[in-house]
């Protein structure tokens, strides 16, 4: 059965970082795409960023510049590190790992808070 573990979210001051990690466990099938979105409350799941097997990313607009997505794909594992943050950074995050066969499975979210 597939997992997908996350860690690293909370609550943190406005211009402060925090580093979300993402495990995937439990299929012998390879993972292409991984990435993290988010969601605030009364809003749509929206992808933050992203990264394919090879290491190329993708950024939503709003985060370039302050986040940074990376992988091990030994490990199965994809990070977030997420610099000078802003309230409307604030939301659920949610891990995604994109199976081959298997298709897109999801982690059970995190919760990131960030204070004016």
């Known amino acids: 059965q597939v997992q997908l573990v996350e860690s690293g979210g909370g609550l943190v001051q406005a211009g402060g970082s925090l580093r979300l990690s993402c495990a995937a466990s439990g299929s012998i099938f390879r993972i292409n795409n991984m990435g993290w979105y988010r969601q605030a409350p009364g809003k749509q799941r929206e992808l933050v960023a992203a990264?394919?097997?090879?290491?190329?990313?993708n950024y939503a607009d709003s985060v370039k510049g302050r986040f940074t997505i990376s992988r091990d794909n030994a490990k199965n594992t994809v990070h977030l590190q997420m610099n000078n943050l802003k309230p409307e950074d604030t939301g659920v995050y949610y891990c995604?790992?994109?199976?081959?066969?298997?298709?897109?499975?999801w982690g059970q979210g995190t919760q990131v808070t960030v204070s004016s």
């Open positions: 990264v394919t097997r090879d290491g190329s990313t």
């Open positions: 995604n790992a994109n199976y081959v066969v298997l298709g897109d499975r």
